[in-house]
């Protein structure tokens, strides 16, 4: 290895060590391939493992992505803030894995997803109940475009608010519903509309925000101040013989909520 390069033993160049993933069964703290080489390695052999037994290939990708969607970090609307039993994305596929009644579902999907070659055939990870998270009695397997269609179908209610103040109320019969016309009257980009059962009013400009909720939904939040509620009261008495109003006491009162839930009254 000359002086702050190493050569990498798949293509046998030599690269600056940076050029290089990090190990701790090494030396020099170096992987032996290049990040280039690994890369290909990497995507070769998942290859090999797909060919061999692509149903549990295809469940190891589906935890690994379900368990990135758990993390504090990740907050992409419709994911942020959904939780996960599992430790690692290993512990999850192992344990679903070894289920006999989830395995063979799982199996029947993908044999089906792989002679059909469509994609919306895909085996994916469904939260029966989507207020819980990734448990194994919380989850089910459906083909993509099920999963999918299944979540833009629930009835929804939409609110307008404008200046501070409720404008309209719109009900829709259907999730995918609300988003075409929210999207063809306020110009609102599709992916902001994936705030569902966020108790979080989505800004539309001019003024407007709008609240889309299920008809059976509860806001799943993460516990934080999301708004403040500010109360202003005074105590007031009249004077009888002049029925002048006298203000003799003021008092503010805030409280900050995670969410916004309107309810029928």
């Known amino acids: 290895m000359k002086k702050n390069r190493k050569k990498c033993s798949k293509c046998k160049q030599y690269y600056s060590l940076e050029k290089f993933n990090n190990s701790s069964q090494t030396k020099d703290g ?41 993390q504090p970090e990740y907050v992409k609307d419709g994911y942020a803030h959904v939780t996960c039993c599992y430790m690692s994305a290993k512990e999850f596929w192992s344990d679903l894995w070894n289920d006999d009644n ?14 059909s070659g469509i994609y919306k055939d895909r085996p994916t990870l469904d939260r029966i109940d989507s207020k ?27 609110y307008v608010i404008k200046d ?17 016309d929210l999207i063809r009257r306020y110009h609102i980009p599709i992916n902001v509309l994936n705030q569902v059962d966020h108790g979080s009013v989505i800004d539309a400009g001019n003024g407007i925000g709008v609240l889309i909720q299920t008809i059976k939904g509860e806001p799943k939040t993460d ?3 999301k708004y403040r509620m500010v109360w202003n009261l005074s105590k007031t008495i009249f004077d009888i013989k002049t029925d002048e109003e006298i ?19």
């Open 132 to 158: 819980k998270g990734y448990e194994k009695v919380n989850l089910q397997v459906l083909p993509y475009w099920k999963n999918v269609t299944d979540g833009a179908s629930r009835e929804c209610e939409v």
């Open 102 to 115: 989830f395995r063979e579902s799982w199996i029947k999907q993908s044999m089906i997803f792989v002679n």
């Open 247 to 265: 203000i003799i006491e003021k008092t503010q009162l805030q409280l900050g909520v995670s969410g916004i839930q309107i309810k029928k009254s």
């Open 30 to 70: 170096k992987g032996g391939y290049c990040k280039e080489c690994s890369a290909a390695y990497q995507k070769e052999s998942r290859k090999r493992k797909y060919q061999v037994n692509p149903a549990l290939e295809l469940l190891k990708k589906s935890c690994e992505a379900a368990f990135r969607r758990s």
């Open 164 to 180: 501070l103040r409720l404008n309209d109320k719109m009900n829709y019969s259907r999730i995918g519903e609300a988003k075409e």
């Open 223 to 225: 516990g934080g101040c």
